[in-house]
Structure formats: structure tokens, C-alpha cells
């Protein structure tokens, strides 16, 4: 059974990943260029698990009669927001949750694709700001009423 521990370690596996297959991979933005294909069908397997999807999600077909996904194609939004989500993951981790980084100890966990969708497409947790604002307001107004 895939865990969430097993999914966390490969996804942060990439400080030192070993050296590049042969031929590598094309249009890689976000992930290693040298990432290995063991590391890169694992880091694929655990975003369909954590988003509950597959492979179609975020890439396109080759050609509209065919089964065969074209990896390397843009042709899908959805490849490009999970670019954005690898990238904004990465910086949270590397800002407020690597070791050494957040000043109250190294065993504070990092974020991941997870964390947030729980294996759903859309992020479970989502527009919390207005929530939050909400709640900075009300405790503003009752230390006034004070």
C-alpha cells in the first residue's frame, strides 16, 4: 500500500537524484533533467493518487483517434497549473519547512500535492482567505470593544 510517508520521501528525493537516463526526457520545466524514469513514474504515480486521477488529467492524447499520451505536449491547462502547484509546493517546503529554514526545530513535515487535495482533483481546502480575513476582523472588533 502506497502511504503518504512513502509518497512525501519520493516527492522531496530530489536534492540528490542519481544521474540521467539515457535519452532523458523532453519539456521538463519543474522536475529534475535528470531525473531517472524510476523517479519520474513514481513522482507521476503519487500525483494521480494524490489528485485521484490518471494520466489524462493533465496530458494530452497524441492525436484525437488515439489511446498513446503525448508526455511532452502543453496542450492541456491542466499540466500547466500542475506545474504551478510543483513549484509553489517546493518554495512553501524550501521557505517554511525545510530544515534549518524555520528557527523551531527540523521536524516540522512539508506540504505536498496531499495535503491539500486528499485525492481530489480540486483542492479540498480551498478560499480560506476570506475565512481567515473574517476571523482577523472579528478579533479586531472584540479588542476594540475591550
Known amino acids: 500500500?502506497?502511504?503518504?510517508?512513502?509518497?512525501?520521501?519520493?516527492f522531496f528525493s530530489f536534492n540528490n537524484p542519481p544521474a540521467k537516463d539515457e535519452g532523458g526526457f523532453k519539456n521538463l520545466k519543474v522536475l529534475p533533467k535528470d531525473i531517472t524514469?524510476?523517479?519520474?513514474?513514481?513522482?507521476?504515480?503519487?500525483?494521480?493518487?494524490s489528485l485521484g486521477?490518471?494520466?489524462?488529467?493533465?496530458h494530452a492524447r497524441q492525436d484525437s483517434t488515439s489511446r498513446h499520451l503525448d508526455f511532452a505536449s502543453d496542450a492541456k491547462p491542466?499540466?500547466?497549473r500542475a506545474r504551478e502547484m510543483v513549484s509553489m509546493t517546493a518554495e512553501a517546503n524550501e521557505h517554511y519547512f525545510s530544515q534549518g529554514n524555520t528557527g523551531?526545530?527540523?521536524?516540522?513535515?512539508?506540504?505536498?500535492?496531499?495535503?491539500?487535495?486528499r485525492g481530489a482533483a480540486e483542492p479540498t481546502v480551498k478560499n480560506l482567505l476570506p475565512?481567515?480575513?473574517a476571523l482577523k476582523e472579528a478579533e479586531k472588533a472584540a479588542h476594540q470593544k475591550k
Open 78 to 80: 491542466e499540466k500547466g
Open 131 to 133: 475565512q481567515v480575513d
Open 53 to 58: 486521477v490518471h494520466c489524462g488529467f493533465c
Open 104 to 117: 523551531v526545530g527540523e521536524n516540522i513535515p512539508g506540504v505536498t500535492c496531499f495535503t491539500c487535495h
Open 37 to 49: 524514469k524510476k523517479q519520474l513514474d513514481s513522482t507521476m504515480d503519487y500525483y494521480c493518487l
Open 1 to 10: 500500500m502506497f502511504t503518504l510517508a512513502a509518497g512525501a520521501a519520493m
